[in-house]
């Protein structure tokens, strides 16, 4: 069964304003949720899309508005 609207928009924002000192808070909510729908769900593979996208927050990357996740801030190239 999909998440309901409530939670999948509770995550979303989550993942939205990720950063470094919240990003682990984050990655296990995410994984939470994950792990209450079955691997071929559609909010499955939506939530393992925000993991990957978490990740590079965790390692010190800004995903843009395209979703780059090669881009980093000015100066930690």
């Excluded at 950063?19 to 682990?24: H, I």
């Excluded at 393992?48 to 980093?72: C, N, Y």
């Amino acid at each position: 069964m999909p998440l309901d609207r409530e939670e999948k928009s509770k995550l979303r924002d989550m993942v939205s304003l990720a950063n470094k000192s919240n990003v682990d808070d984050a990655i296990a909510a995410v994984e939470a949720a994950r792990a209450t729908l079955p691997e071929d769900d559609k909010d499955y593979a939506r939530l393992t899309g925000w993991l990957e996208d978490l990740s590079h927050v965790a390692g010190g990357k800004v995903i843009g508005r395209t979703g780059d996740p090669g881009s980093q801030p000015d100066g930690m190239a």
